[in-house]
Nanobody, 123 residues
Framework: VQLQASGGGLVPTGGSLRLSCTTSRRTSSNNGMGWFRQAPGKEREFVAAINWRGADTSYADSVKGRFTISRDNAKNTVYLQMNSLKPEDTAVYYC?????????????????WGRGTLVTVSS
């Protein structure tokens, strides 16, 4: 399974971006999917997750109310809409495919990882 994240870029504080993650296999529609991020000098951290049907989502406290995760299984794509961006959101964002169908916040629950896309929020 290959995952390809896209949509990163440079935005000012308060701006918005939508990240996309396209998978290479249809079976991804049976898996939970997640977004994680890693800032320079920091560990990778959980951002958001969604279960296989899209009915259950989970968010890190730092992004609740600003970010929205969604998926379109017909397109094998997961999205992360990011609004009201802050400089502390600057990081490389990774999408990942879970071992189960659930929305997991634990990195150990993910088997497939894509290349990241860089998001930079200027102050």
């Amino acid at each position: 399974v290959q995952l390809q994240a896209s949509g990163g870029g440079l935005v000012p504080t308060g701006g918005s971006l939508r990240l996309s993650c396209t998978t290479s296999r249809r079976t991804s529609s049976n898996n939970g999917m997640g977004w994680f991020r890693q800032a320079p000098g920091k560990e990778r951290e959980f951002v958001a997750a969604i279960n296989w049907r899209g009915a259950d989502t989970s968010y890190a406290d730092s992004v609740k109310g600003r970010f929205t995760i969604s998926r379109d299984n017909a397109k094998n794509t997961v999205y992360l809409q990011m609004n009201s961006l802050k400089p502390e959101d600057t990081a490389v964002y990774y999408c990942a495919g879970a071992l189960s169908s659930a929305a997991s916040a634990n990195t150990r629950g993910y088997r497939y990882w894509g290349r990241g896309t860089l998001v930079t929020v200027s102050s």
